[in-house]
T-cell receptor
Framework: GESVGLHLPTLSVQEGDNSIINCAYS??????FIWYKQESGKGPQFIID?????DKRQGQRVTVLLNKTVKHLSLQIAATQPGDSAVYFC?????????????FGEGTQLTVNP | NAGVMQNPRHLVRRRGQEARLRCSPM?????VYWYRQLPEEGLKFMVY????????ESGMPKERFSAEFPKEGPSILRIQQVVRGDSAAYFC?????????????FGSGTQLSVL
């Protein structure tokens, strides 16, 4: 079936480096994408979203890139900090349907080394 | 403004018992969603409710699972005759009523353990 998946299950970076977390999706009907951060024992926390009519969106220290041609999504975190250590999920949805029924990927564990 | 509140945080049940998970959405939010997360996996959509209505339950198992969101009080996810495979983290999310595909705000989840 169609799903959202991630290339790498784990990513380890040094504090201060930039992090790039990748995500592949296969549902061509998806037109809304979100990145969530999940810390241990907590619920997912919204980071940034992007609609399919855009290919880049920037937030505070984070940038999401969308390549619809190859169905690829990435999250870039600038100057990664220890507090960024968490599992990062991409999720997709369709703006056509009423309400949100997110399809989540399996997550990437980001570890930031001091 | 309190966030999405879920209780209990941890719930232990023996096989065959019932589990009741509660979710109070953020103030002003009338859309509630339930998701299930197995260890080291992403969240899986279960059910979408508005006040007194089930909008979409396509992700919920046909048997033993039910959900409600009454006019007053929290949303309840009920699992009857629990089995070990029901052990998971169950997350509730809410969104405001103004438009579809609004940003979801998640609670901290209920960790269900079935012995």
């Amino acid at each position: 079936g169609e799903s959202v998946g991630l290339h790498l299950p784990t990513l380890s970076v040094q504090e201060g480096d930039n992090s790039i977390i990748n995500c592949a999706y296969s549902n061509s009907a998806s037109d809304y994408f979100i990145w969530y951060k999940q810390e241990s024992g907590k619920g997912p926390q919204f980071i940034i979203d992007i609609r399919s009519n855009m290919d880049k969106r920037q937030g505070q220290r984070v940038t999401v890139l969308l390549n619809k041609t190859v169905k690829h999504l990435s999250l870039q975190i600038a100057a990664t900090q220890p507090g960024d250590s968490a599992v990062y999920f991409c999720a997709e949805d369709s703006l056509v349907t009423s309400g949100s029924r997110l399809t989540f990927g399996e997550g990437t564990q980001l570890t930031v080394n001091p | 403004n309190a966030g999405v509140m879920q209780n209990p945080r941890h719930l232990v049940r023996r096989r065959g018992q019932e589990a009741r998970l509660r979710c109070s959405p953020m103030k002003g939010h009338s859309h509630v969603y339930w998701y299930r997360q197995l260890p080291e996996e992403g969240l899986k959509f279960m059910v979408y409710l508005q006040k007194e209505n089930i909008i979409d339950e396509s992700g919920m198992p046909k048997e033993r699972f039910s959900a409600e969101f009454p006019k007053e009080g929290p949303s309840i996810l009920r699992i009857q005759q629990v089995v070990r495979g029901d052990s998971a983290a169950y997350f509730c999310a809410s969104s405001p009523m103004q438009a579809p595909n609004e940003k979801l705000f998640f609670g901290s989840g209920t960790q269900l353990s079935v012995l």
